[in-house]
């Protein structure tokens, strides 16, 4: 039996051969013979009996995303057809992202991405060949405002909640996406919905919602918790719960 650290060591040496390989294809009229084979036709058959959404070819892997049981899968896979790790995922617009034990895996319509986990250099091959639906999907986060206190708002009262990227902890948060809510009497919890163009989200990104309630124009309620969404495995519907501000 092997041991996790074993895995990860012959996880790590394989991708060790696959970052060799692509140094030393530009010198390469061909490609080797081994990688050239296949045992199966995957762009059909490779979710191995389970329904398939899509697949990419790149210049040394097959990436299959299939319909399993309890959610998406990515089935990656040598181009000689041995499995190199299979993970579940999950679609952000046109990408297709997760972890494993051993890195975060990403493919899209244009490239295909593995980063390990112990933060060595990221191998991206460009996606040769796809199939399946790879239109973009609406992306949004959806949610709600409220707070704990026994305190109605007064009509006039406006919710903004802002999408925002915190990736860069010295910088501002830069505004992705925007919603203003006029309650009118409405009074909490507040449902929300913002929509926002998913390629402007990067995996290792770091995103939080921001809101705030103004009554009469004055700031008079903010969240105070960071309220993460969308990546690194953090929602996409959230309840942000704010406090009063002073």
Same mark, same amino acid.
């Given at each position: ?52 959404? &899509? ?96 305190? &109605? ?94």
């Amino acid at each position: 039996m092997h041991t996790p650290n074993q895995n990860k060591s012959q996880f790590l040496f394989r991708l060790f051969l696959t970052s060799t390989l692509l140094t030393l294809t530009p010198t390469l009229s061909f490609v080797p013979p081994t990688l050239a084979q296949r045992q199966l036709d995957f762009a059909t058959q490779g979710c191995r009996g389970v329904p398939q959404e &899509a697949y990419f070819l790149t210049d040394n892997y097959h990436i299959n995303i299939c319909q399993g049981q309890s959610g998406l899968f990515m089935a990656v896979s040598y181009r000689n057809g041995q499995l190199f790790d299979r993970l579940p995922v999950q679609k952000q617009g046109d990408n297709y992202q997760g972890n494993s034990q051993n890195a975060f895996f990403q493919v899209n319509s244009r490239t295909f991405t593995i980063q390990p986990n112990n933060n060595q250099r990221p191998i991206t091959e460009r996606v040769l060949r796809m199939q399946g639906d790879q239109r973009p999907q609406e992306s949004k986060v959806t949610g709600t405002v409220t707070y704990r206190q026994r305190i &109605a708002l007064p009509p006039n009262s406006t919710v903004v909640i802002t999408l925002q990227d915190t990736t860069r902890s010295n910088r501002a948060p830069r505004n992705i996406a925007q919603q203003t809510i006029p309650l009118r009497g409405q009074q909490v919890p507040i449902p929300f919905s913002l929509i926002y163009n998913p390629t402007e989200i990067q995996p290792n990104g770091v995103y939080r919602i921001r809101a705030e309630i103004y009554v009469e124009g004055r700031l008079t309620w903010a969240n105070t918790n960071q309220d993460r969404v969308i990546t690194q495995g953090n929602p996409n519907n959230i309840e942000v719960i704010v406090q009063p501000v002073n």
